[in-house]
């Protein structure tokens, strides 16, 4: 992650942006210090699934 992604990389492919804009609500976030080198992030995405239907 420090690096950077990998040469070719498109991301993640989820698309959490568009999800975020999609279902109006905000992308929800928070980190937990393990310790003095690794730091886990928690992210919440609250979506409706009426949303993503064609």
Known sequence: ???GPEEGSKGASLGLVE???RSGYPIEFAFE???QEH???Y???CIDE???KH
């Open 39 to 41: 730091t886990f992030l």
């Open 33 to 35: 210090e393990i310790n």
């Open 1 to 3: 992650m420090m690096e």
């Open 19 to 21: 999800m975020a804009r």
């Open 43 to 45: 992210q919440s995405n």
């Open 50 to 52: 009426a949303l993503w």
